[in-house]
């Protein structure tokens, strides 16, 4: 890789911390009860790659989308549900996952108490630690010493993240472990047609491979066997971060509001379970009041504007009202102003009269 560029994969550092409790109950076997603490026991150490960008090195985020019709679905409209060998799906509800029985015990029952060579190594699963309560420590004593001396495990009947689950006690170190159990058609059976065939070894050849076993013979130490890939992964890193082969990553964009889109799609996720769970209802009425709203809003503009030209109009007419009024004196003056004058013309001519005579 050219110097600058970013790393096609980026390691994934995680911080070691003090492992935490999962599950809180009691080991029961006849009358006696054993409170006890669930540690898991094992993890893994694989250096974890995310898939990057290679021109700015964003992470490379997977949207779930719709094999039928291509869209993005969000989390409230998805549903579980399993296909049959026959190729149908079938859809489960969340009613249907209720009417489930669900073990949600606190009690790790012990069964039964089997020899520990009878238990199939291909049948465990997972390991988990079981510290014993401060005032349990003496029964806990008693079934590890019990279990160590009688060289049995304990097959017991546990629920864990609510599932019941097949499961046996045995004793490592000073620790007595839990370890789960796959269900016996979960072991796949081997199925090797030439292995079913008559082999001929010779006596030569058996006396050849038991000397061979003989010499590796050695006690087994897991402590001096080491994961080379994962040490050879770790030195590759460093020496590029010493080198300066790595890029500050950049961060994705943000709105104005600083929230990135994975919280805007879970806020709107969120929002949208909301509304599913109450049935639409509230979102339904809103809607409606807000069409009748806008379909209010065009009639009120109407009203409003009508009433504002029958404004106009009263005031139009009431001006025209005044200025009547005004002029209607005036003519009633320019009326009288004649007869005025002709009743001055008869007088003068009665004057004229009275002197002639």
Same mark, same amino acid.
């Given at each position: 890789?050219?110097?600058?560029?970013?790393?096609?994969?980026?390691?994934?550092?995680?911080?070691?911390?003090?492992?935490?409790?999962?599950?809180?109950?009691?080991?029961?076997?006849?009358?006696?009860?054993?409170?006890?603490?669930?540690?898991?026991?094992?993890?893994?150490?694989?250096?974890?790659?995310?898939?990057?960008?290679?021109?700015?090195?964003?992470?490379?985020?997977?949207?779930?989308?719709?094999?039928?019709?291509?869209?993005?679905?969000?989390?409230?409209?998805?549903?579980?549900?399993?296909?049959?060998?026959?190729?149908?799906?079938?859809?489960?509800?969340?009613?249907?996952?209720?009417?489930?029985?669900?073990?949600?015990?606190?009690?790790?029952?012990?069964?039964?108490?089997?020899?520990?060579?009878?238990?199939?190594?291909?049948?465990?699963?997972?390991?988990?630690?079981?510290?014993?309560?401060?005032?349990?420590?003496?029964?806990?004593?008693?079934?590890?010493?019990?279990?160590?001396?009688?060289?049995?495990?304990?097959?017991?009947?546990?629920?864990?993240?609510?599932?019941?689950?097949?499961?046996?006690?045995?004793?490592?170190?000073?620790?007595?472990?839990?370890?789960?159990?796959?269900?016996?058609?979960?072991?796949?059976?081997?199925?090797?047609?030439?292995?079913?065939?008559?082999?001929?070894?010779?006596?030569?050849?058996?006396?050849?491979?038991?000397?061979?076993?003989?010499?590796?013979?050695?006690?087994?130490?897991?402590?001096?066997?080491?994961?080379?890939?994962?040490?050879?992964?770790?030195?590759?890193?460093?020496?590029?971060?010493?080198?300066?082969?790595?890029?500050?990553?950049?961060?994705?964009?943000?709105?104005?509001?600083?929230?990135?889109?994975?919280?805007?799609?879970?806020?709107?996720?969120?929002?949208?379970?909301?509304?599913?769970?109450?049935?639409?209802?509230?979102?339904?009425?809103?809607?409606?009041?807000?069409?009748?709203?806008?379909?209010?809003?065009?009639?009120?503009?109407?009203?409003? *504007?009508? +009433?504002?030209? !029958? =404004? %106009?109009? &009263?005031?139009? @007419?009431? $001006?025209?009202?005044?200025? #009547?009024? /005004?002029?209607?004196?005036?003519?009633?003056? *320019?009326? +009288?102003?004649? !007869? =005025? %004058?002709? &009743?001055?013309? @008869?007088? $003068?001519?009665?004057?004229? #009269?009275? /002197?002639?005579?």
């Amino acid at each position: 890789m050219r110097t600058g560029a970013y790393p096609v994969a980026v390691l994934s550092v995680k911080e070691v911390v003090r492992v935490r409790s999962m599950w809180k109950g009691s080991v029961s076997f006849g009358l006696v009860s054993i409170p006890v603490k669930l540690y898991t026991a094992t993890g893994g150490h694989d250096i974890r790659f995310h898939q990057v960008h290679e021109a700015d090195g964003g992470r490379i985020r997977f949207k779930r989308t719709c094999e039928v019709c291509g869209e993005e679905v969000a989390y409230a409209d998805i549903a579980k549900g399993c296909e049959s060998e026959d190729g149908r799906s079938v859809l489960l509800t969340d009613d249907d996952l209720n009417a489930l029985p669900v073990a949600s015990g606190r009690e790790i029952d012990v069964v039964e108490f089997v020899p520990a060579e009878q238990v199939d190594p291909m049948l465990m699963d997972k390991s988990y630690y079981l510290e014993p309560d401060g005032k349990a420590a003496k029964p806990y004593a008693l079934l590890r010493e019990a279990l160590g001396t009688t060289e049995r495990m304990a097959v017991v009947r546990v629920a864990l993240r609510q599932r019941e689950t097949l499961a046996v006690l045995r004793v490592r170190d000073n620790v007595i472990v839990l370890q789960t159990l796959l269900w016996p058609d979960e072991v796949r059976a081997a199925d090797f047609p030439v292995l079913s065939e008559d082999i001929d070894l010779r006596p030569q050849e058996l006396t050849m491979a038991e000397s061979l076993v003989e010499s590796l013979a050695a006690d087994f130490d897991p402590e001096q066997f080491e994961d080379e890939y994962k040490l050879a992964m770790q030195g590759l890193l460093d020496t590029k971060l010493d080198g300066g082969d790595a890029t500050e990553l950049l961060k994705p964009d943000t709105d104005e509001t600083g929230e990135d889109a994975d919280v805007v799609d879970l806020v709107a996720a969120l929002r949208a379970s909301v509304d599913k769970a109450k049935g639409g209802k509230e979102s339904s009425s809103s809607t409606s009041a807000a069409d009748e709203r806008a379909a209010k809003k065009p009639a009120a503009r109407n009203a409003a *504007a009508k +009433k504002q030209s !029958a =404004k %106009k109009d &009263a005031v139009n @007419k009431q $001006t025209a009202t005044k200025t #009547a009024a /005004k002029k209607q004196p005036a003519k009633k003056t *320019a009326a +009288k102003k004649p !007869a =005025k %004058k002709t &009743a001055a013309k @008869k007088q $003068t001519a009665k004057n004229a #009269a009275r /002197k002639s005579a």
